[in-house]
Nanobody, 128 residues
Framework: QVQLGESGGGLVQAGDSLRLSCAAS????????MGWFRQAPGKEREFVAL????????YYADSVKGRFTISRDNAKNAVYLQMNSLKPEDTAVYYC?????????????????????WGQGTQVTVSS
């Protein structure tokens, strides 16, 4: 069982940066792949980034590639999302998620249904 809690959201202007954090409970945190998703009003939840247990394996949505960086600290049971050059279209509720890294391959890593645990979300609002 893994419990997740996000923090770090807020209201910023276009071009600003934010760093989201996700704190996880559970002894087996390091074995999980950790992802970030986001959901804007009236839209489906969409994949943002994923990091496997080995921090060298990271994946990004095309819309955030080059601007966002996902990282993890297994000693602190935490995963982070550094968001730079924020745009108004990045406005959404951002969710942290955990899943079996062995199952999150190919198209599955982009699909919310293949993740086992979710946080409650943190709001990010980017004004123009």
């Amino acid at each position: 069982q893994v419990q997740l809690g996000e923090s770090g959201g807020g209201l910023v202007q276009a071009g600003d940066s934010l760093r989201l954090s996700c704190a996880a409970s559970g002894r087996t945190f390091s074995t999980y792949a950790m992802g970030w998703f986001r959901q804007a009003p009236g839209k489906e939840r969409e994949f943002v980034a994923l990091i496997k247990w080995s921090a060298s394996n990271t994946y990004y949505a095309d819309s955030v590639k080059g601007r966002f960086t996902i990282s993890r600290d297994n000693a602190k049971n935490a995963v982070y999302l550094q968001m730079n050059s924020l745009k108004p279209e990045d406005t959404a509720v951002y969710y942290c998620a955990a899943g079996d890294g062995g199952s999150l391959i190919g198209s599955r890593l982009y699909a919310p249904g293949f993740y086992d645990y979710w946080g409650q979300g943190t709001q990010v609002t980017v004004s123009s």
